[in-house]
């Protein structure tokens, strides 16, 4: 199984990015699928969540409005739309997938596969 996340960059504050990550090995349907990011010196924590059956979606308040996570079975790739960067959206973003999951935050703990990551970087 690989997870293979692109689109980071050097963003300018108040810019956008639309993060990818194309799955192989998987049945991706099967799937609910979801974007962490890790800080420097901070903890992992969790973006964005679409579930693998009817394709909800949920986010996290500090991303609200700004992030869009979707989806594309037949090319099994879930994607990130990131909106409005500032400098506290720097980080390393990854993707994760976890079988069956439900359509609420989970740890990082929970995944059952997940990628190398994605450098995102906004300038102020």
């Known amino acids: 199984v690989q997870l293979q996340a692109s689109g980071g960059g050097l963003v300018q504050a108040g810019g956008s990015l639309g993060l990818s990550c194309a799955a192989s090995?998987?049945?991706?349907?099967?799937?609910?699928m979801y974007w962490f990011r890790q800080a420097p010196g901070k903890e992992r924590e969790i973006v964005a969540a679409?579930?693998?059956?009817?394709?909800?979606?949920a986010v996290a308040d500090s991303v609200k409005g700004r992030f869009t996570i979707s989806r594309d079975n037949a090319k099994n790739t879930v994607y990130l739309q990131t909106n409005s960067l500032n400098s506290e959206d720097t980080a390393v973003y990854y993707c994760?997938?976890?079988?069956?999951?439900?359509?609420?935050?989970?740890?990082?703990?929970?995944?059952?596969?997940w990628g190398e990551g994605t450098q995102v970087t906004v300038s102020s």
């Open positions: 994760a997938a976890e079988i069956w999951g439900p359509l609420k935050f989970r740890d990082w703990g929970d995944m059952n596969y």
């Open positions: 090995g998987l049945t991706f349907s099967h799937y609910t």
């Open positions: 679409i579930i693998w059956s009817d394709g909800s979606t």
